[in-house]
């Protein structure tokens, strides 16, 4: 059985700082995508960053790069989500994500090819 589980929310204040942890089991960690989501209130659900896990390729959506970081270690089966100058426009529940294989790496931040997701948690960025 395939578990996803984020740790690391809270609230926050603009400029401020968070590290999500998405501890995976029941999966070939290091042959593995593992992705972040999140979604807002009447929001669909977008990517964030997602890593490949066999060669640590990273992949950002533009609206993140340069503040955020994702980040895995394989010997713990876990990825990380660095948040870094966090605005009131970050908030959202965030939601950890894993994919066996992708159809196209042009997709890794869409959740087509995602099978496994966390329950999410809530990231809030107060102004």
């Known amino acids: 059985e395939v578990q996803l589980v984020e740790s690391g929310g809270g609230l926050v204040q603009a400029g401020g700082s968070l590290r999500l942890s998405c501890a995976a089991s029941?999966?070939?960690?290091?042959?593995?995508?593992i992705g972040w989501f999140r979604q807002g209130p009447g929001n669909e659900r977008d990517g964030v960053s997602s890593i490949v896990t066999t060669d640590s390729s990273t992949y950002y959506v533009d609206s993140v790069k340069g503040r955020f970081t994702i980040s895995s270690d394989n010997a713990k089966n876990t990825v990380y989500l660095q948040m870094n100058d966090l605005r009131p426009e970050d908030t959202a529940v965030y939601y950890c994500a894993a994919a066996s294989s992708l159809v196209n790496r042009r997709w890794i931040l869409y959740p087509y090819d995602y099978e496994d997701w966390g329950q999410g948690i809530q990231v809030t960025v107060s102004s």
């Open positions: 029941g999966i070939a960690f290091d042959d593995y995508i």
